[in-house]
């Protein structure tokens, strides 16, 4: 096929990819490696979707033969994270293994084996793609390499200078863009070895099995085949127009390509057909030019499922939504959306309220007042809560996703997540520590405190097998979620005398009552001594040998890390030996406590010296403002050597949450003069195990 394409070439070249597809998909669904092999893209080059990594093109394609042979694994959740695993990734992990690597200009290309081990992989691609949703799986891209950090976009990111190893990991939410292409033929035979009429039967039976079912296989001829494929691929594309006269120009076209025998003329038609579905579905998307020219960069000039392009443009109209007056673009052949653009107006309010912006948005001048931001917002210049009917158009770009409502409770919401993450957790980190679950919904939720096994015993392998341990004792702890939260109102009556100070000490009393609601709640597991879930007794109790009753001193302190460590296993009996890191005390013990861990006396002898002294570290003395005993003093180990307490948040969202509780267009502010915000914040905490705690509970 040469360079220029006739019109009915161009639209053969919209359907031919079908044909194509199926062609290099044909093998036998019954074939014992049928859909173990798939082409995929393990990295595209550029800024990875988290915004932390860059991937440029140099070291990547300076490596890649270590690509050839890189084993691909399916890890879960907690094998994601940063801290590795200390002996490595188990081989129970391995899914597969990538072949045939190759740089494509846009990133790095491979054939992924996968494992007959690992056929539910197999079985969800195969799923995934034969439904439309190719992108459900994705592949992540980690490897071993010097680094350096450089600027894009305006954020410092790192990036691989010289890459050692690479591994890939099957994902949900890829961040470097890694993705399945497509199923190849798995058996050599299937693939190279067919002839054409093998090929187009198979096809055919893929495509059409009720017209395969009605050939003679042994008379039909290639030229039939085609045109029922051409017919069959047409059809299914929904083409409108002459169909036989587009299902003539697709035979036409796919006749070439097969007489040619070369791949690069079906690309070539690939990529024209793919260039011919951008600009349709960019002309029917309706979105501004700068929207347009960023999509077209994103997908111009490589092979692409419609299904990804369209999720892209439905992206872009939620993302033009968000920050657009009325939610619709307007003027689609210009570059206009309704009034300003919707981030400058949200980082003009941000500044008003001190919230850090974005480096291009930091030369946007703030709104000088509160009055000012919700005038330029909604355009009701006088601050009566409505618009005159002068004003209906206004009203519709005023009231959508960049009103005054919105706008200012995203500026809200991020100044009270900021103050949120910088407030003292009133020590609550020292009974957690990493110990934090997510949770996704409200049923009950179950954590179990495995047992220990006992000494192993003798053996003579010669002689006798090795003994079974037998299983090792557990108890289970059960909770559910809790929801908290409540309703923050901004008045008309705010609006209109500026009062910027009541909004600011409205939104800085906010984070401080949701840390302090958590921390309430954590602590008093230990203050009300709770019942502990595993054996229905109090977690301070004789029978868990933690409980005494002495004040607070250095004979009592020592007493209470000598029963810490003499806390036992369960199931061995053997002593954990654990060691108290934090001691919990009211306020009107500071002084004795602070005493007792700087005090150093010259002692006369040496049963008579401080032998607490210096033991606890400062960040290990918690004042907790909730125990409201004067007497009472506590202790606790490392949390992260014992569980302590655990605690778990909705779908790990740890902040608190914000959101406008009704429409600000036939809400409270047309019935009230006011707008309101909802704040939500869902936990709950647990003790899973007694033994890092003591308390005294002093008479």
């Known amino acids: 096929m040469g360079k220029q394409l006739d019109k009915k070439s161009q639209a053969a070249a919209e359907i031919l990819p079908g044909i194509g597809r199926l062609l290099s998909a044909a093998g036998d669904p019954n074939d014992a490696d049928y859909g173990y092999r798939w082409r995929v893209q393990v990295v595209e080059y550029g800024l990875g979707a988290d915004g932390r990594i860059n991937w440029p093109k140099a070291p990547l394609a300076a490596a890649l033969a270590l690509y050839d042979g890189a084993r691909v694994f399916a890890l879960d959740d907690q094998q994601h994270q940063p801290k590795p695993k200390p002996f490595g990734k188990s081989v129970r992990e391995i899914v597969g293994w990538l072949k045939n690597p190759q740089e494509t200009g846009n990133g790095i290309e491979a054939d992924l084996f996968i494992l007959k081990s690992a056929k539910w992989l197999r079985d969800a691609l195969m799923d995934s793609h034969e439904r439309g949703n190719p992108g459900l799986l994705g592949l992540s891209h980690d490897v071993t390499a010097t680094t350096r950090t450089v600027t894009v976009a305006g954020k410092k990111v790192k990036e691989p200078v010289t890459i050692t190893a690479v591994e890939v990991d099957v994902v949900y939410d890829p961040t ?108 029917a998307s309706k979105l501004p030019e700068f929207s347009q020219v960023k999509l077209r960069k994103q997908f111009a000039g490589r092979e692409f499922a419609a299904e990804a392009l369209q999720a892209a443009i439905k992206e872009e109209k939620e993302t033009i939504d968000h920050y657009s007056g009325s939610g619709a673009v307007h003027d689609a052949g210009g570059a206009r959306v309704v009034r300003d653009s919707g981030e400058k107006l949200q980082a003009a ?83 957690v520590g990493s110990n934090i679950r997510k949770a996704v919904d409200f049923r009950t939720m179950e954590s179990v405190r495995i047992g220990y096994y006992g000494d192993l015993p003798d053996v003579t392998p010669e002689t006798v097998d090795f003994p079974d341990l037998g299983e090792v004792s557990d108890e289970e702890v059960s909770y559910a979620l809790n929801q908290k939260g409540g309703i923050i109102t901004i008045t008309r009556k705010m609006i209109i005398n500026d009062d910027m100070r009541v909004v600011q000490k409205i939104i800085s009393r906010l984070p ?106 400062p960040e290990g003395l918690v004042e907790c403002p909730f125990m409201t005993d004067a007497n009472d003093w506590m202790m606790f180990a490392d949390p992260n050597e014992v569980e302590i307490l655990e605690l778990a948040f909705l779908n790990g969202q740890q902040e608190p949450e914000m959101f406008v509780a009704d429409q600000p267009a036939n809400g409270q502010m047309f019935v009230a003069d006011k707008v309101q915000y909802k704040i939500r914040h869902e936990y709950e905490c647990e003790v899973p195990d007694y033994r890092g705690a003591y308390k005294a509970v002093v008479a």
């Open 176 to 283: 470097n863009n890694g993705r399945f292409l497509r199923m190849v033929a798995a058996a050599q035979n299937t693939e190279d070895n067919m002839n054409l009429k093998e090929k187009l039967l198979a096809a055919l039976q893929k495509a059409r099995p009720d017209q395969f079912a009605k050939i003679d296989q042994e008379t039909v001829t290639e030229d039939e085949l085609i045109q029922m494929l051409a017919a069959a691929v047409v059809k299914d594309a929904g083409a409108t127009g002459d169909a036989e006269k587009l299902t003539a120009a697709v035979v036409e076209g796919l006749k070439k390509v097969i007489a040619t025998g070369e791949s690069d003329e079906l690309k070539q038609v690939k990529l024209l057909a793919a260039n011919l579905m951008l600009d349709r579905e960019l002309s």
């Open 349 to 431: 309010c941000d500044r008003v309220f001190g919230v850090p912006v974005a480096d291009q948005f930091k030369d946007i001048t703030a709104f000088k007042s509160l009055r000012a931001a919700y005038v330029e917002l909604t355009g009701d210049t006088e601050v009566r809560g409505y618009l005159d009917p002068a004003q209906t158009q206004r009203l519709q770009a005023a009231y959508g996703s960049a009103t005054f409502a919105y706008v200012l409770g995203n500026t809200l919401y991020r100044r009270m997540v900021a103050d949120y993450r910088e407030l003292p957790d009133y020590g609550v980190s020292r009974l």
């Open 512 to 617: 401080r009552a949701a840390r302090r609601t958590l921390a309430k709640r954590c602590w008093n597991k230990f203050i009300a001594n709770a019942t502990y879930k595993g054996d229905n007794t109090a977690i301070f109790h004789a029978n868990h040998g933690n409980l005494g009753s002495t004040a607070y001193g250095i004979a009592s302190a020592l007493a209470a890390k000598t029963a810490m460590a003499a806390q036992a296993e369960p199931g061995s009996a053997e002593r954990l030996m654990l060691q108290p890191v934090t001691v919990a005390f009211p306020s009107a013990l500071f002084g004795i406590v602070k005493n007792v861990n700087d005090f150093n006396p010259q002692a006369v002898t040496v049963d008579n010296g401080n032998s607490m002294y210096g033991f606890f570290k």
